[in-house]
C-alpha cells in the first residue's frame, strides 16, 4: 500500500508522531516499543523527499530525530498539555473526595453528578485564581 501526503501532511503527520511516541514512551516503564521506534526513524527519514527541514540526522548515534526548534515546539505543547492535566485531573479529584464525604443525603446518580461538576467547577475557579497557593496536606 502506499500513502500520498503533501509536505503539509506529512509535517503534521510528523507531530502527531511525536505525541503518540511521547505518551507510549512516557506511559510505560519500558518505554515506547521497538515497533514504534522503527516506524518513528522510517517516517522521519523521509523527510528529504519532502523537502522538511523539521527533521536532522543524528549521525553520532545513527538516528533521525527533530532540529531544535521543532523538538522545543514540540516540548512547549507537551508542557502546556501536562499542566492543564495537572490542573483537571486535581480539580476532579478534590472534587470526588468532597462528594465521597457527604454521599449519605444524596438520593439519584444525578445529584451525585451535579454536585461533582459544581465541586470541579469550584477548585478550577479557585485554581485559576490562586494556583496551587492554598493547597495544604493534613493528617
Do not use: C, P, R
Request: cysteine-free; charged content about 30%; overall charge negative.
Amino acid at each position: 500500500m502506499k500513502i500520498n501526503l503533501s509536505k503539509q501532511q506529512y509535517a503534521t503527520l510528523l507531530k502527531l508522531l511525536q505525541y503518540g511516541y511521547w505518551v507510549e514512551d512516557s506511559g510505560s516503564l519500558e518505554g515506547a516499543s521497538q515497533e514504534t521506534f522503527e516506524l518513528e526513524q522510517y517516517l522521519l527519514s523521509l523527510a528529504g523527499e519532502f523537502e522538511s527541514d523539521q527533521v536532522i540526522h543524528n549521525a553520532e548515534h545513527e538516528l533521525y530525530e527533530l532540529n531544535e526548534e521543532n523538538a522545543k515546539k514540540l516540548q512547549e505543547s507537551i508542557a502546556a498539555y501536562e499542566e492543564m492535566v495537572f490542573w483537571d485531573k486535581l480539580a476532579y479529584y478534590m472534587a470526588q473526595k468532597d462528594i465521597k464525604e457527604s454521599l449519605k443525603g444524596i438520593e439519584s446518580l444525578e445529584e451525585v453528578t451535579q454536585q461533582l461538576i459544581e465541586k470541579e467547577k469550584f477548585y478550577h475557579d479557585h485554581f485559576a485564581e490562586h494556583g496551587a497557593a492554598f493547597l495544604k496536606l493534613q493528617k
